[in-house]
């Protein structure tokens, strides 16, 4: 039976480094590149369409950065392994991934024997020791799932102002749409917020997306 390769996903904004781990990558059998991004909204957009098996991310990318494409993609894709990547070595950084819900954190000084290692080891889901491996363990107080991520805990209205805020409408658009004042809508979004565990507007979009509820 033939062994399917390891399909990876890379997002970092330095083409150079994009262009080297894909030459790189191509030269090792257990992992095929499946796509590539260079900001945080390009990333959620691809890996939704190619659903890899473990997603290596820059923490530090324009636009929207790492961290809240991990929370994003997180949420969408539980099982998926997120890598964040990254040059700093810098404690608030690591607390950030591991809030996000990054499987791991890895610093760009690893050799690509090392990552291609890494790699396997967190799609097969075996212990790991590298030194370029940053633990993510540390005492870091993580946020409870919250009781309404499938949307059932929403209102009626809540879910008819979801779905306009899913369509890009601003506050005072929603508020001329169903005929509510601007600070009733506010109200309602952070509400929708609170029950999603989302922090922006984009996340609950993404969210109400992946969950089919307005398909």
Do not use: C, W
């Amino acid at each position: 039976m033939e062994i399917q390769p390891i399909r990876v996903f890379i997002a970092d904004d330095h083409p150079l480094l994009r262009i080297g781990l894909r030459l790189a990558f191509e030269g090792i059998e257990t992992i095929a590149i499946v796509g590539e991004s260079d900001n945080g909204f390009e990333t959620i957009e691809k890996i939704q369409k190619t659903v890899p098996d473990v997603a290596l991310i820059d923490i530090d990318m324009p636009g929207l950065s790492g961290i809240p494409a991990i929370r994003v993609l997180r949420k969408a894709f539980p099982a998926m392994k997120l890598l964040a990547l990254s040059t700093y070595n810098d404690t608030n950084y690591i607390k950030d991934a591991m809030k996000a819900g990054a499987d791991g954190y890895v610093l760009k000084t690893i050799d690509i024997d090392g990552l291609a290692g890494l790699i396997a080891a967190f799609h097969a889901g075996r212990p790991i020791v590298s030194p370029y491996l940053v633990n993510l363990s540390a005492d870091v107080e993580t946020e409870p799932p919250a009781p309404g991520r499938d949307l059932d805990s929403l209102t009626h209205r809540e879910k008819q102002i979801l779905k306009l805020v899913s369509e890009g409408k601003n506050n005072k658009e929603i508020s001329d749409a169903l005929y509510l004042s601007v600070q009733t809508v506010k109200t309602h979004v952070k509400n929708i917020f609170k029950k999603l565990n989302v922090s922006s507007r984009f996340e609950a979009a993404i969210l109400a997306r992946e969950s089919g509820l307005f398909a």
